[in-house]
């Protein structure tokens, strides 16, 4: 009983340790220990030491040793009941934690690659990265070796220069982009396959709005049978203002991607184009319409200057002009003159905003591969050698190569 007692401390400190360190991060593996996981080792560990401490009362007293016995039974049997028992403050249509990798696989992205302008009408900060390492963009960490990643760039930057001078032309840097933009749309494909599969478990090819909603409310906790059930009776599904807002706007969105006939199913293709607007001509129209919606002050259903550099109404910056960011304004407005009003009037319309948006436009490509030779051009020829694009690593790849020029010549 001596290695009983020390034990039971020791599995309780581990698994209070475990559950500190049970924090849900973005890049967890999935065999990482959950919190859920660590509140299920300490309340075992408080049932082991309770047991053990029963055991040895009955050590001392065999005399009473039946009756604790069945005590000590009694009160494990008990413990597990309240460690398995839900709250009673948990309603029984959300009886599970939402799956934020299953809620993932059936929504649509937040941020789109290798797109200029966010759905919310931001600019792309990652832009640039995007179209220059499309899928090899995860490589190139902040906290990676810079050595490392030196090579790596030099690596892109033989492949970029396709008619091997050893300088990387406007052409090439086009050609280079489209090829970025067309991984990131593969990609999107494969993903878009698993997506489908999640709301297409009967593999007949095709989703209904019901069955999307259904999939999605399970996804962010509700109860699938009971949500299935009453959508088939017709029965009124009572969920949270938020949760309403999305499935509003999803429903929106679901019906726009039904290319027509509409009959109201959504096959691969068309879900393809419900979680990926810039990739189908029709819903990238529905995006520009959306966030000229969200941008547009005045109903015309174009923007001028001074819409497209304010702030989203309703934040603080915006009911006090005085702190609009300045970075905020000088970059929209050298992107809203320079590139997006195409005709520079002073008024971007739909069709300008949808062809600036648009990432397999060539004409953009080619535009976008000028800026970034102008960015690190420093012997204004019109063209990037090796030693420019590792000077200015930190604009083509987000991160910061130190001692860029040393040994460039006998690493290349």
């Known amino acids: 009983m001596v290695i009983v007692t020390m034990i039971s401390p020791a599995l309780l400190a581990a698994a209070t340790c475990t559950l500190d360190s049970a924090a849900p991060k973005s890049t967890a593996k999935s065999s990482r220990v959950t919190k859920p996981q660590a509140h299920s080792l300490l309340s075992a ?39 398995k028992a839900r709250p009673a403050n948990i309603s029984i249509h959300k009886e599970k934690t939402p799956n934020s990798k299953e809620t993932n696989e059936i929504l649509p992205p937040d941020h789109l690659n290798g797109v200029k302008m966010e759905m919310d009408g931001h600019l792309n900060k990652d832009f640039h990265q995007e179209v220059f390492l499309g899928k090899e ?55 878009n396959k698993l997506s489908f599969r999640a709301v297409d478990p009967d593999g007949d090819g095709h989703v209904t709005w019901d069955e999307y909603r259904v999939k999605f ?19 009124e599904l009572k969920v949270d203002e938020e949760t309403q807002e999305v499935l509003e706007s999803l429903k929106d969105r679901w019906f726009q991607a039904d290319n027509p006939p509409a009959d109201q199913l959504l096959n691969e293709e068309e879900f393809l184009s419900f979680l990926h607007p810039e990739h189908s001509r029709g819903m990238l129209k529905y ?40 970075d905020w304004v000088r970059e929209r407005k050298k992107e809203f003159e320079e590139v997006i009003d195409a005709n520079h009037n002073g008024i971007v319309t739909m069709e300008e905003l949808e062809e600036y948006m648009d990432p397999m436009n060539e004409y953009n490509a080619l535009n976008e591969a000028k800026q970034m030779i ?4 420093e012997n204004q020829n019109h063209s990037l050698e090796l030693e420019e694009i590792l000077k200015y690593s930190e604009y083509f790849t987000g991160s910061k190569l130190m001692d860029y020029a040393r040994n460039v010549h006998e690493e290349f």
């Open 45 to 83: 560990a408080s049932v082991w030491t309770a047991w053990c401490d029963l055991e040895v009362m009955s050590s001392r007293s065999s005399a009473r040793g039946g009756h604790l016995a069945a005590a000590s039974f009694a009160l494990v049997l008990c413990l597990v009941v309240v460690v």
């Open 137 to 191: 963009m995860e490589e190139f960490e902040e906290d990676s070796e810079p050595r490392r990643n030196r090579k790596k760039l030099i690596e892109i930057f033989t492949k970029v220069d396709f008619n091997k001078d050893r300088s990387v032309s406007a052409k090439e840097m086009q050609r280079w982009i489209m090829e970025k933009t067309e991984e990131h749309f593969q990609e999107a494909v494969r993903e």
């Open 217 to 235: 409310l399970a996804s962010k906790g509700f109860n699938e049978k009971e949500v299935a059930e009453k959508i088939k009776n017709n029965e």
């Open 287 to 326: 995006m520009v319409k959306e966030i000229i919606r969200d941008l547009d002050q005045d109903g015309d259903k174009e923007l001028t200057l001074s819409e497209f550099i304010s702030l989203p109404m309703g934040t603080v910056e915006n009911q006090q002009a005085q702190d609009i960011d300045d």
């Open 374 to 377: 102008a960015v690190a051009d």
